[in-house]
Nanobody, 122 residues
């Protein structure tokens, strides 16, 4: 059974930085795609960034490109999202999500974490 556990959310001032981490377990296949979605109140869910377990191919949404960086550590089974230059509009619940393929990840990930709240406010 695949499990995703997020950590690292919290309150940060505009312009600040925050690092989210997702620990993944239970995948029986070597290749999968894992990353982050977010959802703010009253807004649609947004795919933020993802990375493949093999090859390290990444995707990053235009809304966060240049500010957010995704990375993985396969030895530790973790995927991190380093967020810098945070803006109030980055406020959302961030979910770690994973699927067995990139197409599935973009369409509707198979596995979700419980979510972690990021609040950007002064």
């Amino acid at each position: 059974q695949v499990q995703l556990v997020e950590s690292g959310g919290g309150l940060v001032q505009p312009g600040g930085s925050l690092r989210l981490s997702c620990t993944v377990s239970g995948f029986t296949q070597d290749y999968y795609v894992i990353g982050w979605y977010r959802q703010a109140p009253g807004r649609e869910r947004e795919a933020v960034s993802c990375i493949s377990s093999i090859g390290g191919n990444t995707y990053t949404a235009d809304s966060v490109k240049g500010r957010f960086t995704i990375s993985r550590d396969n030895a530790k089974n973790t995927v991190d999202l380093q967020m810098t230059s945070l803006k109030p509009e980055d406020t959302a619940v961030y979910y770690c999500a994973a699927s067995g393929s990139g197409e599935s990840w973009y369409r509707s990930p198979d596995y979700w974490g419980q979510g972690t709240l990021v609040t950007v406010s002064s």
